[in-house]
């Protein structure tokens, strides 16, 4: 019996159920705060509105709106606003779920091939720490992006259990995966190449031959069947003609303080590091860089090939960059520091490998505590407040002329009766901004000179409100004035 009983693996603090169990229910709850708490706080983002918009447009037969983008996201968006109502609660919350399924899925995928609490840590950095844009996580938005990233790394997942397994079945599920990936937002089809690779890794013929077909298959069903609703060809056409327009044209951003037509190769990684924050970055990168140096295996390999390819599209093939683009590296980033701290933990002599790991996970906690929050104090702003102070003095049903202030910042909030171009007036009020892109124009810099005295100036929130003491602002003979 002594016997016996001496060669039970001993307990210890990491593998002890209750421990884990702990650690699982700590991260499950503090996940659901970041992803769902307080949904409504921050402001509706105009590209958020477009999609919301057309995805209830869509769900009713219409297809004229956003063709410029695949649908599926946008299905998404309307079939939650049938649940929630108009809006963008619901379309956020499928997006909150798709950022915990992930979570989930890198959990197990991990936990499955490098062990338990490097599961735990890749779901902990994936749902708690930050990725910001204007204000608050990318991914607490209805945006196309984080629904594109979600089934794009479950198709991943599902097909390297494929492989992995040798279960078939699961080839044609990755497949489905990917198309509705690949139709939410086109960028992430450049993440073929690392489909292709996994046979190679695991030398597996007859996965090759049967597995790759099924996938194929599957892929091509999806697409055509989310596609036809709004006309595969037509539909096609649009989105490349405008998306080749984009890249050829440019599209103006703010990038480290200078307003840039065609991104440098480097503004998606300026945009993860004022989106994460300073101390998340090192630790990524110093994450990465051991996961590719010490014993990288086939997963490190496979999910490196994935983000490779995502770095090397949006950095060097995209001419443009909006603030949010990173977003599509991160999970795969966050995966391959994971491995990477838990190499540093288990390679490096002892105790230093330890003592280095634990650092770097604690060094996470305080941007993850930042970040919930700053979730938890975030209230709608800037021009939303605009839009109450002008309701709140009578001005709820007129014309805004804005300035310096992009359709993109405005339009949820003044669709239909807001507008930058002087000939559309009657106007209630002027709203200038402080978009360096759009600097007002010589007429109406000399209207605020010459009408002064017939307005009232009121500063909301970063905005400067120009409101006429009587009557609108209209233009004639090319000029903008107050009548009566």
Known sequence: MRDTADRRPRVTLTTSRPVRLGALVVLAVWALHQTFWNLLGHNVHGDESVYVRAGWA???????????????????????????????????????VLVVTVGVTLFWWLRREVGFWTGVLVAAMWLLTPRGFLGTRVDRYALLDPVM???????????????????????????????MSVTS??????LLPAF?????LFRRTRTLLVGSGLWVFAFVLVTVALYAPMGIRSAITTMVTFQAGQNEHGHPISIAGRIHTFAPWWADAWFLWSGVGAVTT????????????????????????????????????????????????????????????????????SPVGGVVATV????????AVGESVTIARTHPSGIARVDQWLDDHGHAGGSVLFV???????????AGRGSMEPDDSPFAAVVVGDDRRFPPSAEVRAFLRSDTDQLERTEVDGFTVWIPRTGSVVERAGRLTVVP
Do not use: C
């Not at 079939?79 to 919350?93: E, N």
């Not at 997942?157 to 497949?175: H, K, M, N, Y």
């Not at 770097?360 to 941007?367: G, R």
């Open 58 to 96: 869509y769900l009713h037969g219409d297809f004229s709106a956003n063709r410029e983008h695949p649908p599926t996201a946008k299905y998404l968006f309307g079939a939650a606003q049938v649940l929630f109502g108009h809006g963008v609660l619901g379309p956020r919350i499928v997006v909150g």
């Open 149 to 179: 990233i979600a089934f794009a790394v479950l198709a991943l997942a599902a097909a390297w259990a494929w492989t992995r397994t040798d279960r078939s079945w699961l080839a044609p599920v990755s497949g489905a995966l990917f198309a």
């Open 185 to 190: 937002k086109v960028s992430t089809v450049v």
């Open 196 to 200: 292709l690779l996994l046979p190679l």
């Open 282 to 349: 090192v630790v990524l990168v110093v994450g990465l860089l051991a996961a590719l140096v010490l014993r990288p295996g086939r997963l490190v390999a496979y999910l490196g090939t994935a983000l490779g390819l995502l770095v090397v599209f949006y950095a060097f093939v995209a001419h443009i960059a909006l603030a949010n683009y990173y977003a599509a590296w991160m999970p795969l980033l966050i995966a391959l520091a994971a491995i990477g701290i838990t190499r540093l933990a288990t390679v490096l002599p």
């Open 360 to 367: 770097l996970v604690v060094a996470l906690v305080v941007p």
């Open 404 to 414: 310096a202030a992009t359709p993109t910042l405005t339009e949820p909030y003044f």
